[in-house]
């Protein structure tokens, strides 16, 4: 994971999620200015949307977040529902982001101290 902020509008960073069964910290392109309630909402491109799936999967043992590889359509499966949903891409400087949790999950915004 590379803190490096590649996002189109130089908006991204790591953003953790302090889960029931473990802490995840991911790097996200795009992080809203907005927050929700305190938290971040951040957005994932398609390989990060694929290495969270695989963080929550290796913490949960199901697929929590899935990805179809072959046509990057992203569901998630939440506590609560009965069903995955599609998460739908917003489009951002030409580029799909896909908002997991994005006013939702309680995601914070990791700052370096240095």
């Not at 795009?30 to 290796?58: C, Q, Y």
Request: hydrophobic share 40%; glycine share 12%; charged share 20%.
């Amino acid at each position: 994971m590379s803190p490096t902020d590649t996002s189109p509008d130089g908006n991204g960073g790591v953003v953790v999620i302090d889960a029931s069964q473990g802490a995840v910290a991911i790097h996200a392109s795009h992080i809203a200015e907005d927050g929700w309630n305190g938290f971040a909402r951040p957005s994932f491109t398609i390989d990060e949307v694929k290495v969270l799936s695989t963080h929550l999967t290796g913490l949960y043992g199901d697929a929590l977040v899935a990805v179809d590889p072959e046509t990057d359509t992203v569901t998630v499966l939440e506590e609560g529902y009965e069903e995955p949903y599609k998460v739908e891409p917003v489009l951002i400087d030409g580029v799909d982001f896909y908002p997991i949790g994005a006013g939702a999950w309680t995601w914070e915004r990791h700052l370096d101290e240095g």
